[in-house]
């Protein structure tokens, strides 16, 4: 080991004799900082579809996770006291229309009479007056019966947009109340909800491309900031193309710009290792000498130097 360790002391300082290729003067460049945070995958929508009656569930035809339309069936619910009312609106129809038939043949027979001089004009008015309220009433009547009608037909829960049911909260023969969620149906397309540390919250700009790795890397952009923070968190929206949408919340590592510093970056290639250190070649002096350098960064065919050279120098490659 201490033999290794001399050896490598020695290359550090020793002068190169060889065809090599000397870069442009070192100058620090831009590079952008990333943070490493996990997003959750949320449908940009969540709406419930909810009973509109009071009833028994007796239908239910989806689940989790099921794809619907908007307008879809989604369950059933019934409301026994809704067919009793039908059936005495439809008794009183029934009664009423009796009643308007007699009136109509007493109006037709009061006619005649008048026409012989029996009876009078007064009698004749009232019962036209009586044929009128009995067709008034029918009318009120069958209008009353379309409202209960509607009524049953609100038994039908009906998927209010298009997306994956997210949650099915109830079951078959429950009792569901008016209003009650039967589904909550997730649509309006998904995307990535970030909760950012609020020290970088300054720092975050609608835009901005973000890093993913939702089984394969994608890019985003940073769609939303919400103002509110919450226990000292920025809640931030990304949009993602092709954002696998089978399982909702699930968690996404993804990597947010930050921060942008200076550093001195060289290409991969000048940077040789050599018993657990790296070397980068520098000219000095017309020499040509290895430096023990500490890396950081890889980005794009670049490495960071961490200590070890120093703006102004001469970095050489390709060599032999």
Do not use: C
Not at 25 to 47: C, F, H, N, Q, S
Not at 53 to 71: Q, W
Not at 76 to 102: M, T
């Amino acid at each position: 080991m201490i033999r290794t360790l001399a050896t490598a002391l020695i290359l550090s300082t020793m002068s190169l004799e060889a065809t090599a290729e000397t870069l442009e003067p070192l100058e620090p460049v831009m590079i952008t900082e990333w943070k490493a945070v996990y997003g959750r995958i949320e449908a940009r929508d969540r709406v419930p579809a909810r009973a509109r009656i009071g009833g028994t569930l007796v239908r239910l035809s989806v689940t989790e996770g099921d794809a619907v339309a908007a307008g879809q069936d989604l369950a059933q619910i019934v409301d026994e006291k809704i067919d009793f009312q039908l059936r005495a609106i439809d008794g009183q129809l029934h009664s009423l229309e009796s009643q308007l038939a007699n009136a109509k043949t007493e109006l037709e027979r009061g006619q005649e009479l008048l026409a012989r001089g029996v009876t009078t004009a007064q009698r004749l008015d009232a019962l036209r007056t009586q044929v009128d309220v009995f067709a008034n009433q029918i009318a009120s009547t069958t209008a009353e019966r379309r409202v209960v009608e509607q009524q049953a037909a609100e038994g039908t829960v009906l998927a209010p947009a298009a997306g994956r049911v997210l949650d099915v909260p109830v079951t078959e023969g429950a009792v569901v109340l008016p209003g009650e969620p039967v589904a909550v149906i997730g649509g309006g397309g998904f995307f990535l909800r970030l909760a950012v540390p609020e020290r970088h919250a300054t720092r975050l700009a609608e835009g901005d491309r973000i890093e993913i790795e939702a089984g394969e890397a994608k890019e985003g952009r940073l769609a939303r900031i919400y103002p509110q923070i919450e226990n000292g968190r920025v809640i931030a929206d990304v949009e993602v193309e092709g954002l696998p949408d089978a399982f909702v919340d699930a968690r996404v590592l993804v990597r947010l710009p930050v921060d942008q510093r200076p550093a001195l970056m060289v290409p991969e290639a000048a940077v040789r290792s050599l018993s657990g250190l790296d070397f980068v070649t520098v000219e000095q002096n017309g020499a040509q000498i290895e430096r023990v350098v500490v890396t950081g960064t890889h980005q794009d065919g670049m490495v960071e130097v961490l200590t070890g050279l120093d703006a102004g120098d001469r970095v050489v490659t390709d060599r032999e």
